[in-house]
């Protein structure tokens, strides 16, 4: 089965792939290696708990303040305003369907983060 197949197969959810491109701005690698998940504050609203492990792993939130929840392995804890937004996938999961917690306003803030700490083609260039 060639990586195009595999792909087409197995898609990754906009979501995930967001919070994935976000994880590596904040300069995320290796997250394998890592004891226990990665966790991050996306803004003042939004917190996401990564698990790259094999095995079910508990969050407690930003600042350990937020709702204790499993995580399992591979999966992407979202909250919001420290309640349980989401549990995200490679290829499903769920997300929050409220005013001010939902799926696009996720990837807003998704998108909004991760613009704020990459570099532009001029700031790389030093211009």
């Given amino acids: 089965m060639s990586d195009q197949e595999r792909a087409e197969d197995f898609p990754v959810t906009d979501l995930y792939l967001a919070a994935?491109?976000?994880?590596?701005?904040?300069?995320?690698?290796?997250?394998?290696?890592?004891?226990?998940?990665?966790?991050?504050?996306?803004d003042d609203h939004w917190f996401i708990a990564v698990n790259p492990h094999t095995e079910e792993l508990t969050t407690?939130?930003?600042?350990?303040?937020?709702?204790?929840?499993?995580?399992?392995?591979?999966?992407?804890?979202?909250?919001?305003?420290g309640w349980a937004?989401?549990?995200?996938?490679?290829?499903?999961?769920?997300?929050?369907?409220?005013?001010?917690?939902?799926?696009?306003?996720?990837?807003?803030a998704l998108r909004t983060a991760t613009a704020q700490l990459t570099p532009t083609y001029s700031e790389d260039a030093g211009q």
Wanted: hydrophobic share 40%; charged share 10%.
């Fill in 20 to 42: 994935c491109n976000y994880a590596v701005s904040c300069g995320a690698e290796n997250l394998g290696a890592i004891p226990g998940l990665w966790q991050r504050s996306i």
């Fill in 60 to 81: 407690y939130g930003a600042n350990n303040k937020g709702m204790k929840w499993p995580v399992p392995p591979f999966a992407i804890h979202v909250q919001y305003n």
């Fill in 85 to 108: 937004a989401g549990d995200l996938t490679p290829t499903g999961g769920w997300i929050a369907a409220g005013d001010g917690a939902n799926e696009t306003t996720f990837l807003a």
